[in-house]
């Protein structure tokens, strides 16, 4: 796969694509945002993070530093300038991104309005459904604004040391302005969160139990099963104070419920006291109910305020830092939910194996038990018991790239082509109340998002076996996406290109898709992120390399009480050799127990030859 030239490979693509003369025959270059939807807050973030997320999570893609930027990246983004050059460049593209986004008040806007499209094609949609603030325009709001706060503190010490006034004041103007939308972000997200309450004979509590009771046991008894398993999310909810969402009906012992993100801000959602901005606090428009595409969005986004890096670099500020608290419980929660429903009942069969999954309203897609995987992985992987529950979450990506047609052949009329175009579609409740026509969302990423989740199962895996045999199909879903790169025009390498692969498909595109490419982009960052781990470790090997180290080093003693340390000069640097094989082979048996192995292996090989060398000299043979 060589992620790291691909990100390369990917960035000369955008640069080529985007940074174009302002009108043809024009010299002077600009900025085009948007591709195959038109500029939004949405689209326009995914362009934008597809330039900064890798350099902030690779440290050799980095870009903010000229004088420790390297030759590749420099090749790379040769369009935007020199090394000097590339940096101010970037700095004042977030600036016009924070720029663009804003109402006529100058308060950042999270829509997406590009990607709603009308149920009937008939009737106009109104401005204000397009201009509504969506979770995903949240979600996309946070890694941009920790992505730009990273590489700000970055380029800042080249700035001082330019010695220019106006850079140093357009740093920290863009610093403000990037906080503001930051903590905009997060007040969103907690006013967009869903706790949706049922009875088990209504539509939807029915719908639920069909789906957990996988051994056929009666309704009562699943509700009593549904409702202990849940006991400690349940007191979870009851810390939940700030924002959308709560313990508010789930105490009744007949309940059921789903917990997650909705699509936007939720009806009657309250406003978040004590911040210091209050401007992005808009009406909330939403159904008050999860939706699980909205909630793995929201999740990822979550979990990149408690990075490594944003916590050893203080990017937060307190205020956001107390916001973010109350984000991080109901990512606990949620990721709780969906890790009990997921595996419901612990037994040989579980509600995520029994694939498509089945969502409450009745509808069954192959995408939504990706998502599921999506939202369970990281719970499975800090269960304890080692990686059973893992393997078998493997088993259900395996299954899932071959009903999607990317580890197998499609066939003629297949409607599993329409997972990948085009999509599926959820239906914004609510939006409808805007003075305008029902609105869906279009979701397209089942191939990259396999890729991210496959990667990361395989990364929290120990057992070697199971490992190996995700990184396999991960690399045919690579092979997939690799053949929908656009081949030819101003797009060229970047995605999607669904009918090269898919000739089903009628469809020909020659401008990219920004939601579609920053998934590959983070797919191929978490692809590095794994290559440059320690590779995985056997047990059964480190007890072996422990065991044949023992023996070496014993017969190492057995040479050195011999003599043969104090022999001639030659044998004595060979039984010296032999001894730092020993040591170093020592020093790495618990991170790499194969190449500990291996030297034990050499040790004892050298010193088998040396022992029959001194018994040659010994009879005179």
Not at 138 to 147: M, R
Not at 409 to 423: K, N, Q, W
């Given at each position: 796969?060589?992620?790291?030239?691909?990100?390369l490979?990917i960035?000369?693509?955008?640069?080529?694509?985007?940074?174009?003369?302002?009108?043809e025959?024009s010299?002077r270059?600009?900025w085009?945002?948007?591709?195959?939807?038109?500029?939004?807050?949405?689209?326009?973030?995914?362009?934008?993070?597809?330039?900064?997320?890798?350099?902030?999570?690779?440290?050799?893609?980095r870009?903010?530093d000229?004088?420790?930027?390297?030759?590749?990246?420099?090749?790379a983004?040769?369009?935007?300038?020199?090394a000097?050059?590339?940096?101010?460049?970037?700095?004042?593209l977030?600036?016009?991104?924070?720029?663009r986004?804003v109402?006529?008040?100058?308060?950042?806007?999270?829509?997406?309005?590009?990607?709603m499209?009308?149920v009937?094609?008939?009737?106009?949609a109104h401005?204000?459904?397009?201009?509504?603030?969506?979770?995903e325009?949240?979600a996309l709001?946070?890694?941009?604004?920790?992505?730009a706060?990273?590489?700000?503190?970055?380029?800042a010490?080249?700035?001082?040391?330019m010695?220019?006034?106006?850079?140093?004041?357009?740093?920290?103007?863009?610093?403000?302005?990037?906080?503001?939308?930051?903590?905009?972000?997060?007040?969103g997200?907690?006013?967009?969160?869903?706790v949706?309450?049922?009875?088990?004979?209504?539509?939807?509590?029915?719908?639920?139990?069909a789906?957990?009771?996988?051994?056929?046991?009666?309704?009562?008894?699943?509700?009593?099963?549904?409702?202990?398993?849940?006991e400690?999310?349940?007191?979870?909810?009851?810390?939940?104070?700030v924002?959308?969402?709560?313990h508010?009906?789930?105490e009744?012992?007949t309940?059921?419920?789903?917990?997650?993100?909705?699509?936007?801000?939720?009806?009657?959602?309250?406003?978040?006291?004590?911040?210091?901005?209050?401007?992005?606090?808009?009406?909330?428009?939403?159904?008050?109910?999860?939706?699980?595409?909205?909630?793995?969005?929201?999740?990822?986004?979550?979990?990149?305020l408690?990075?490594?890096?944003?916590?050893?670099?203080?990017?937060?500020?307190?205020?956001?830092q107390?916001?973010?608290?109350?984000?991080?419980?109901?990512?606990?929660v949620?990721r709780?939910?969906?890790?009990?429903?997921?595996?419901?009942?612990?037994?040989?069969?579980?509600?995520?194996?029994?694939?498509?999954?089945?969502?409450?309203?009745?509808?069954?897609?192959?995408y939504?038990?990706?998502?599921?995987?999506?939202?369970?992985?990281?719970?499975?992987g800090?269960?304890?018991?080692g990686?059973?529950?893992?393997?078998?979450?493997?088993?259900?990506?395996?299954?899932?790239?071959?009903?999607?047609?990317?580890t197998?052949?499609?066939?003629?009329?297949?409607?599993?082509?329409?997972?990948?175009?085009?999509?599926?579609?959820?239906?914004?409740?609510?939006?409808?109340?805007?003075?305008?026509?029902?609105?869906?969302?279009?979701?397209?990423d089942?191939?990259?998002?396999l890729?991210?989740?496959?990667?990361?199962a395989?990364?929290?895996?120990?057992?070697?076996?199971?490992?190996?045999?995700?990184?396999?199909?991960?690399?045919?879903?690579?092979?997939?996406?690799?053949r929908?790169?656009i081949?030819?025009?101003a797009a060229?390498?970047?995605?999607?290109?669904p009918?090269q692969?898919?000739?089903?498909?009628?469809?020909?595109f020659?401008?990219?898709s920004?939601?579609?490419?920053?998934?590959?982009?983070?797919s191929?960052?978490?692809?590095?992120?794994?290559?440059?781990?320690?590779?995985?470790?056997?047990?059964?090997?480190?007890?072996?390399?422990h065991?044949?180290?023992?023996?070496?080093?014993?017969?190492y003693?057995?040479?050195?009480?011999?003599g043969?340390?104090?022999?001639?000069?030659a044998l004595?640097?060979?039984?010296?050799?032999v001894?730092?094989?020993?040591?170093?082979?020592?020093?790495?048996?618990?991170?790499?127990?194969?190449?500990?192995f291996?030297?034990?292996?050499?040790?004892?090989?050298?010193?088998d030859?040396?022992?029959?060398?001194?018994r040659?000299?010994?009879?005179?043979?």
């Amino acid at each position: 796969m060589q992620p790291r030239q691909q990100l390369l490979d990917i960035w000369r693509a955008q640069v080529a694509y985007s940074w174009r003369p302002v009108e043809e025959g024009s010299k002077r270059k600009v900025w085009h945002w948007g591709g195959r939807n038109d500029s939004d807050a949405v689209g326009d973030a995914q362009q934008l993070l597809c330039l900064l997320y890798p350099a902030q999570e690779l440290p050799d893609l980095r870009y903010a530093d000229p004088d420790a930027t390297s030759d590749a990246v420099l090749n790379a983004l040769n369009g935007l300038g020199d090394a000097v050059e590339i940096p101010i460049r970037i700095m004042r593209l977030i600036k016009d991104y924070m720029d663009r986004h804003v109402d006529a008040e100058g308060v950042p806007v999270y829509s997406g309005g590009s990607n709603m499209h009308r149920v009937d094609r008939s009737q106009t949609a109104h401005p204000d459904q397009r201009a509504v603030d969506v979770t995903e325009g949240f979600a996309l709001s946070i890694p941009l604004s920790l992505t730009a706060l990273s590489f700000l503190a970055d380029f800042a010490p080249t700035v001082d040391r330019m010695g220019r006034l106006d850079l140093i004041e357009e740093l920290e103007s863009v610093e403000r302005t990037v906080h503001r939308r930051l903590l905009g972000a997060i007040t969103g997200l907690l006013r967009s969160f869903a706790v949706s309450t049922f009875d088990a004979g209504d539509e939807f509590g029915r719908q639920l139990i069909a789906l957990i009771n996988v051994d056929g046991q009666p309704d009562r008894k699943i509700v009593r099963r549904f409702r202990d398993s849940s006991e400690e999310i349940i007191a979870s909810l009851r810390n939940i104070t700030v924002g959308s969402g709560g313990h508010a009906g789930v105490e009744a012992p007949t309940k059921l419920f789903e917990i997650g993100w909705s699509w936007s801000v939720v009806e009657k959602a309250p406003d978040i006291p004590d911040v210091s901005d209050t401007s992005t606090q808009r009406t909330g428009r939403a159904q008050d109910a999860p939706y699980l595409y909205f909630t793995v969005v929201a999740l990822e986004a979550i979990n990149t305020l408690f990075s490594a890096r944003v916590m050893r670099r203080n990017l937060l500020t307190e205020e956001e830092q107390r916001l973010a608290q109350s984000l991080q419980l109901r990512l606990d929660v949620t990721r709780r939910y969906w890790a009990m429903v997921a595996s419901f009942g612990g037994g040989s069969k579980w509600p995520l194996e029994d694939v498509p999954w089945r969502t409450t309203d009745g509808l069954e897609y192959d995408y939504y038990s990706l998502l599921v995987c999506a939202v369970a992985t990281g719970s499975f992987g800090a269960r304890r018991g080692g990686d059973d529950d893992l393997i078998r979450l493997g088993d259900v990506l395996i299954e899932l790239a071959n009903r999607g047609r990317i580890t197998r052949r499609a066939l003629a009329g297949d409607r599993s082509i329409e997972t990948h175009f085009p999509g599926v579609k959820a239906e914004l409740e609510g939006i409808e109340k805007l003075d305008g026509p029902a609105m869906v969302w279009n979701m397209v990423d089942f191939a990259p998002l396999l890729l991210k989740r496959l990667y990361d199962a395989a990364g929290l895996l120990v057992t070697i076996e199971a490992r190996a045999e995700l990184l396999e199909v991960a690399d045919q879903v690579w092979d997939h996406l690799s053949r929908r790169r656009i081949r030819d025009g101003a797009a060229a390498r970047l995605w999607d290109q669904p009918s090269q692969v898919f000739g089903e498909i009628p469809n020909w595109f020659e401008d990219p898709s920004w939601h579609f490419t920053i998934r590959v982009v983070e797919s191929l960052v978490l692809a590095a992120q794994f290559a440059s781990a320690e590779p995985a470790r056997s047990r059964n090997l480190e007890n072996l390399a422990h065991e044949l180290l023992v023996e070496a080093e014993h017969v190492y003693d057995q040479e050195l009480l011999r003599g043969s340390g104090t022999a001639g000069p030659a044998l004595a640097r060979e039984i010296g050799s032999v001894g730092k094989t020993i040591r170093h082979a020592k020093d790495i048996v618990d991170e790499r127990p194969s190449t500990a192995f291996a030297l034990g292996v050499k040790a004892l090989i050298d010193l088998d030859r040396l022992i029959e060398a001194g018994r040659d000299a010994e009879t005179g043979v």
